[in-house]
């Protein structure tokens, strides 16, 4: 049929992506399979939709650099689908067992939304009266755990035992001097890692844009760049929270390029370190070190030639004041070389011993507890 041939899931996982910006790659590659099942009404059995949806989640992975969250989401609604399709409710003709498929899709993406509000929600009680908190990149589901704090007022939680400056007395002291905000009140300030050449990038994008409705709310909000994160630390954080591209099934996670750096200096440090993340993002990999993440990245790249040169700098803007220096007219201006892209957008492995918690739409976790969830999902 006609829309058979014309339908695109690249394209359309790409305008998914770029219509709503708060949409994670996983639940768009999922909103994606599930428009892939209405369009392609030419399947007429199990086999053949299945196959289909396999070779789309195929073709969603070859289109990206890093396809480790988008497998996490797409391998868990491939498995989702099969043990729909095993209730007594999708029995009959192939047409009403296609449209079952579609309907327990759409209810898989509505429920994968809602989990990041249901993990603000649980997240909020680590955000103590009086406590730092460090964070990193471009993390939706920190931005919303961080401004449910804001909004709804940090209580008492089960980070009791960990924050820095919880005291009653200090507590008492925070709570005078910090602004109301509408019924809750702000007890917690926040330090954000941001390069200064980051504005370019999506993930320091979404981090600016949760930095300014943070300071919205009263919030105070600091800025430092990596080399700045271990002096921090010792002098002024009490928590790291942090997001994740995958929860893989040793309990630790796949991020961002320096959130490994942030977890073990964190562990010098004292300083407990949380992870939030959706259930979607639990994926099947067992990684033991950074060289085992299935995705090819240079993220060190050795040279002796000079990369990214700029156009050679005129003669007479290289003389200096004395006119006794004139270096050669092809000298020419440095510029950062191709591979910071690559390094913008690569990730690494956070061991399960240096988390504290995760925290999921399912409740709080240990490391540990990560295997048992992924059986749980998945079987």
Do not use: C
Not at 30 to 49: G, K, P, R
Not at 154 to 163: E, R
Not at 200 to 210: F, M, N
């Amino acid at each position: 049929m006609e829309p058979d041939e014309e339908f695109d899931i690249v394209r359309t996982y790409q305008q998914l992506l770029a219509h709503d910006p708060d949409l994670t790659m996983p639940v768009a590659a999922i909103e994606a399979l599930v428009e892939t099942l209405q369009q392609h009404s030419s399947t007429t059995t199990i086999s053949e939709t299945l196959d289909l949806l396999a070779r789309s989640t195929a073709q969603l992975k070859r289109s990206v650099a890093n396809p480790i969250s988008l497998s996490a989401g797409t391998d868990l609604f491939q498995r989702y689908l099969v043990n729909a399709l095993q209730r007594p409710s999708a029995a009959g003709d192939f047409a009403t067992i296609r449209a079952h498929l579609i309907t327990h899709g759409r209810q898989f993406v509505t429920r994968a939304k809602a989990s990041r509000e249901k993990i603000a929600h649980l997240g909020r009680r680590f955000v103590r009266d009086g406590t730092t908190v460090l964070t990193n990149g471009g993390s939706r589901v920190v931005g919303a755990l961080l401004e449910r704090a804001a909004e709804d007022g940090a209580g008492a939680g089960p980070a009791a035992s960990v924050a820095g400056e919880s005291g009653a007395s200090h507590g008492r002291r925070r709570r005078r001097r910090q602004p109301s905000i509408g019924s809750g009140t702000v007890r917690f300030r926040v330090v954000y890692v941001l390069n200064h050449d980051d504005a370019a990038r999506s993930q320091q994008r979404e981090g600016l844009s949760t930095i300014r409705a943070l300071r919205r709310l009263g919030v105070p909000v600091a800025t430092i760049p990596e080399s700045a994160v271990a002096y921090a630390l010792e002098k002024t954080i009490d928590m790291v929270i942090v997001g994740a591209e995958g929860v893989v099934e040793n309990g630790g996670i796949i991020s961002r390029l320096g959130t490994y750096q942030l977890a073990v200096l964190a562990r010098a440090a004292r300083k407990p370190f949380y992870v939030v993340a959706e259930s979607h993002k639990f994926v099947r990999l067992y990684p033991l070190s950074q060289l085992d993440l299935g995705i090819r990245q240079e993220v060190v790249r050795f040279s002796t030639a000079v990369e990214g040169e700029a156009e050679e700098a005129e003669e007479d803007d290289l003389v200096d004041d004395d006119d006794d220096y004139r270096p050669s007219a092809k000298a020419k201006l440095l510029k950062p070389g191709p591979a910071a892209a690559d390094v913008a957008d690569a990730v690494d492995f956070t061991p399960p011993d240096l988390i504290s918690a995760l925290v999921t739409e399912s409740g709080v976790m240990t490391p540990s507890a990560v295997s048992e969830e992924l059986i749980r999902i998945w079987f």
